[in-house]
């Protein structure tokens, strides 16, 4: 399985970003895909998962400002962030998580097959 991340970038706070991340080596559509990011001197965390069927789960920081989404065709899952803030900078990456549901999202030490992940930096 190798996922590659990317959209990251330097942005005001306010301002959106939309990242994307494509997948190879599985099939796309039976798993659970999740983004995570991690801060400098911070450990990884969750923010967002998306099941098989397109269910979302937000952390508490993401809730109302990020959306999670998917496209199976195109084997792409996407974190459209908005009204962001300097708290958001951090190195954001997606894994597979289990087939079919989100369970566990919230555990890194459960995924395996990390990419080099996207730079997301806000400035304030």
């Known amino acids: 399985v190798q996922v590659v991340e990317s959209g990251g970038g330097l942005v005001q706070s306010g301002g959106s970003l939309r990242l994307s991340c494509t997948a190879s080596?599985?099939?796309?559509?039976?798993?659970?895909m999740t983004w995570f990011r991690q801060a400098p001197g911070k450990e990884r965390e969750a923010v967002s998962c998306?099941?098989?069927?397109?269910?979302?789960y937000y952390s508490d920081s993401a809730k109302g400002r990020f959306t999670i989404s998917r496209d199976n065709a195109k084997n792409t899952l996407y974190l459209q962030m908005n009204s962001l803030i300097p708290e958001d900078t951090a190195m954001y990456y997606c894994?597979?998580?289990?087939?079919?549901?989100?369970?566990?999202?919230?555990?890194?030490?459960?995924?395996?097959?990390w990419g080099q992940g996207t730079q997301v930096t806000v400035s304030s």
């Open positions: 080596g599985l099939t796309f559509d039976r798993y659970a």
């Open positions: 894994a597979a998580g289990r087939e079919f549901v989100c369970s566990n999202w919230k555990t890194p030490s459960d995924f395996s097959n």
């Open positions: 998306i099941n098989w069927q397109g269910t979302t």
